[in-house]
């Protein structure tokens, strides 16, 4: 009898349903709640990471002024961490401003290693100068600027990020922060023109063992290599004659002709490749009588003492020196084969001279690109174009 009454109250559905439903609810409410409060977290986040992005950036950027000069004497790093701060007001977190940063630092970023080479904390960002020492030249480096958004104390940011329906399960608050670091680096693109003479000069220069780099000196010979530098021609030229090359050494600002666009190498040589070109040819000699005495401000009316009367143009006409962009190869010997482009430089025309012997004699500089693009590695030529490293 117990046993029948036993079985009976088993098979008894009456209320049943009632229980289910009410499991079920919960369990909705549960996975509403994760659904709801998981999408708001990742749209905060989402917040963080582009106010981050912004500032870093701006401050990479602002490492130099918006409008110039263009120089190593403009470079601050405490302009970079101001505008850094500057930039957080203008993006949102939960409909509101952002309105702190935290662990700002600048410093020498590296781009192989993906770390800093040596960082200050925002306090000493004075203490970060440009150029870096001659032992970072022909590396990936650059200037950076590292900071995050947080949302872990009270204090920051309007604190943790709230939660709604999961505080039925005891969640009230996600604490969360976004990391980034913008740098700059070398020039790894340059656009028609920018290059100003059929020159190269060879990484190996900047790599040499105790260098004295602001007391050196290149002296380029026609149709003589040397150890460091050297003449090339474009890959759109098949042969490279003396007027040709004239119309390069005048340049387009004074009715020559620009030479093409180029950029680092990818290590993919094709000779139907349009520009950019990412390498140049070193077999070919300059024309002696590109160096003749031509001491006028009027252009000669051929190619000949042109590279003389650049040079005389540009110290003695319009009392400014001579500033060029080169670029630099992976090698210094002269080859039949393609050289890749490793990279660009600048320089000064210190004099271009007939007696005792044809030479152009150049030393080496540190400048800003505002034009060119970057990724190429620092040989002295630093370009504008910040990039998100992490």
Not at 196 to 204: G, N, V
Request: aromatic share 12%; with cysteine; charged share 15%.
């Amino acid at each position: 009898m117990q046993r029948k009454k036993l079985w009976l109250m088993l098979r008894e559905e009456d209320g049943n349903i009632l229980i289910l439903t009410a499991l079920l609810i919960a369990v909705f409410v549960g996975m509403l709640a994760f659904v709801l409060d998981l999408g708001h977290v990742h749209s905060v986040r989402y917040e963080l990471q582009n106010g981050a992005d912004a500032c870093a950036l701006r401050g990479a950027r602002a490492f130099f002024p918006d409008n110039g000069p263009f120089d190593n004497s403009a470079f601050s790093a405490p302009r970079s961490v101001s505008q850094a701060w500057t930039t957080i007001g203008k993006n949102p977190t939960d409909a509101a401003p952002l309105k702190d940063l935290s662990d700002v630092i600048v410093g020498l970023w590296d781009y192989q290693k993906q770390a800093f080479e040596y960082a200050y904390p925002e306090e000493s960002a004075g203490s970060f100068t440009w150029p870096p020492p001659m032992q970072y030249w022909g590396r990936y480096i650059g200037p950076a600027v590292s900071l995050t958004t947080k949302r872990e104390q009270a204090e920051q940011n309007y604190g943790p990020v709230g939660m709604t329906l999961a505080q039925i399960f005891g969640v009230t608050a996600v604490p969360m922060g976004s990391l980034a670091t913008a740098a700059l680096s070398g020039v790894g693109s340059v656009g028609p023109g920018e290059v100003d003479l059929p020159m190269y000069i060879s990484k190996d220069f900047f790599t040499q063992p105790d260098l004295d780099l602001w007391n050196s000196r290149i002296n380029l010979y026609p149709e003589q290599p040397i150890e460091n530098a050297g003449w090339f021609t474009p890959p759109d030229v098949k042969n490279t004659t003396p007027p040709e090359l004239a119309k390069y050494i005048l340049g387009p600002e004074l009715g020559g002709k620009p030479f093409p666009s180029m950029q680092v190498s990818d290590g993919a040589f094709d000779s139907k490749d349009p520009p950019p070109y990412d390498y140049v040819y070193t077999q070919n000699g300059v024309d002696a009588n590109l160096f003749k005495e031509t001491q006028s401000c009027t252009p000669p009316k051929n190619h000949v003492g042109m590279l003389y009367w650049r040079w005389w143009y540009q110290t003695q006409c319009l009392g400014q020196p001579w500033i060029i962009q080169l670029p630099v190869l992976a090698t210094s010997h002269q080859s039949s084969d393609p050289q890749p482009i490793v990279g660009f430089s600048e320089w000064e025309v210190v004099a271009v001279e007939e007696m005792p012997a044809k030479r152009i004699v150049i030393k080496p500089r540190s400048g800003v690109s505002p034009t060119g693009g970057g990724g190429g590695a620092f040989f002295g030529l630093l370009s504008l174009e910040p990039k998100l490293v992490r």
